[in-house]
């Protein structure tokens, strides 16, 4: 590792072939500034790298992965203090060494009459720079540095096949020098990306679970939309993992260190408030089966046969429902022995989608020919369509500006209970006017993205408030569209 508080400027041209200066790469050539950047990575990110390769239907030769790699990159310093707010603190501020060796060497080519423009690369100032893999697990790092460097000085990237990973990369980079908004522009009008599908619809008896690697990309969409400001597709990468899952919120979860990439815990409160929502949306539609199974199982009477109502329908249907929701995996049979919780699969990655389309496959079972409507099926299907049409609105994912401007305002995750404050205590109580409201029917509806989040963060839900002839108000706010 070179020392710090070496100064280059003294290396002469015989010191450069003998090795101690890398080699230059002209961003421009009329460049007054060096920036020499060592590129440090780990044995994990050699080694995923070479298998990622060797995986590559293309035949063009590969870089080899190097655990350490040292590249100047020659640039105009007028440039980088107009694109990035780190580099002209840094290189203008007399209170850092960076800027004193620039005023230093600037100050002296001026003596020997050379203009910094015209000067030889080992002339000119050379600032340091240490990049470590931890946030990106990227081993071509310099390449990514290098098209960073372009965008600023208004060229167009070399990198040939752009993939996820190298843009995820560039936007850290772009984060962590401050330019995010000029490599945002480039991106939005210069090389034809497409940012790769994670999302799909499975077939009937297919078990939809995201892959490890969909998750992996789906999270870099997350990320590089939120540090790049692309409000659009980090409103609908935040709906995705709501609705799909993630690994790492499983309550079966171990530590893994290849998820200690920074696109792995989300920045700004986003990872709490993603995995929060999603909890709010699970817990609303299993408190839907958990309240008929509640109903079936009390000893008042669920028959819908009028004066020849009978407890065995009851009892007949709440077997059928049990078995129902057991064969599907949808509820777990745990007795006071640890070794039941075993029983237990880890549904953190179970489809939001696949829950509802299965709780609709709901049979209609009758214990004789006369009870019609004494089941399941008939009551749930209006609530199931309740929560679909909830699904739709913009409250479900996050949206970027509201989050960057107002954040207690749209946030579902109660800030009161950080500081042990009571959270308030609110029942929805659905009703058929609810179940009819043609609003529900289309997506983004007006006052909707209010209301689902008012139903998805109540704290307990009675899902047949008017068949049991309760008049009591909901606590549940009215549907408005302030």
């Not at 421009?28 to 050699?46: A, R, W, Y």
């Not at 070479?50 to 239907?57: F, P, T, Y």
């Not at 409000?231 to 990468?237: D, E, G, I, N, R």
């Amino acid at each position: 590792m070179d020392d710090p508080g070496q100064s280059p400027e003294g290396d002469s041209l015989g010191s450069n072939i003998a090795g101690k200066l890398p080699q230059v790469a002209n961003i421009v050539e009329d460049g007054d500034l060096i920036l020499d950047v060592t590129f440090e990575n780990s044995k994990d990110t050699i080694r995923s790298t070479r298998v990622a390769q060797s995986r590559l239907s293309t035949r063009e030769p590969q870089p080899t992965p190097k655990k350490r790699v040292r590249l100047a990159f020659r640039v105009a310093l007028r440039v980088l203090k107009g694109h990035s707010r780190y580099f002209e603190k840094l290189l203008t501020d007399s209170r850092f060494k960076e800027a004193k060796d620039i005023s230093s060497t600037f100050a002296a080519l001026s003596v020997k009459h050379i203009k910094p423009e015209a000067a030889e690369a080992k002339d000119l100032p050379w600032i340091k720079i240490q990049d470590d893999d931890q946030a990106t697990h990227y081993a071509h790092r310099e390449d990514a540095l290098s098209d960073l460097l372009r965008i600023l000085h208004g060229s167009d990237v070399v990198t040939k096949q752009i993939t996820m990973p190298f843009v995820t990369t560039l936007a850290v980079l772009a984060d962590r020098f401050d330019c995010a908004a000029a490599v945002s522009r480039y991106l939005a009008s210069g090389p034809k990306f497409k940012w790769p599908v994670t999302s799909r619809r499975p077939s009937r008896d297919e078990v939809s679970v995201m892959s490890r690697n969909n998750e992996d990309i789906l999270r870099q969409k997350v990320l590089v939309s939120w540090l790049l400001n692309q409000p659009t597709k980090f409103q609908a990468a935040t709906k995705e993992i709501i609705i799909n899952g993630s690994c790492r919120w499983s309550s079966f979860a171990e530590e893994d260190g290849n998820s200690d990439a920074t696109w792995w815990y989300l920045q700004d409160g986003l990872e709490q408030e993603l995995q929060f929502r999603r909890q709010c949306i699970l817990n609303t539609i299993a408190s839907v089966q958990r309240h008929f199974l509640k109903l079936y199982a009390s000893r008042e009477r669920q028959c819908k046969l009028g004066y020849d109502s009978s407890a065995a329908c009851d009892s007949y249907q709440l077997g059928e429902m049990f078995k129902f929701l057991t064969n599907r995996n949808l509820i777990f049979l745990v007795d006071f022995s640890p070794g039941s919780l075993d029983t237990i699969a880890d549904t953190s990655l179970l489809q939001v989608e696949s829950i509802l389309s299965t709780l609709r496959q709901c049979p209609s079972y009758q214990i004789d020919k006369n009870h019609t409507n004494c089941g399941l099926r008939t009551r749930i299907l209006p609530i199931l369509d309740f929560i679909q049409g909830l699904l739709s609105a913009n409250s479900i994912p996050i949206t970027r500006i509201s989050w960057k401007s107002n954040r207690p305002a749209v946030a579902w995750m109660p800030s009161g209970t950080e500081n042990g404050a009571p959270v308030e205590e609110r029942v929805f109580r659905f009703t058929r006017s609810l179940a009819g409201d043609q609003r529900l029917r289309f997506e983004n509806a007006m006052g909707a993205d209010k209301f689902a989040r008012d139903v998805f963060t109540a704290r307990s839900w009675d899902w047949t408030a008017e068949e049991q002839g309760q008049d009591v108000p909901s606590t549940t706010p009215r549907w408005s569209l302030k």
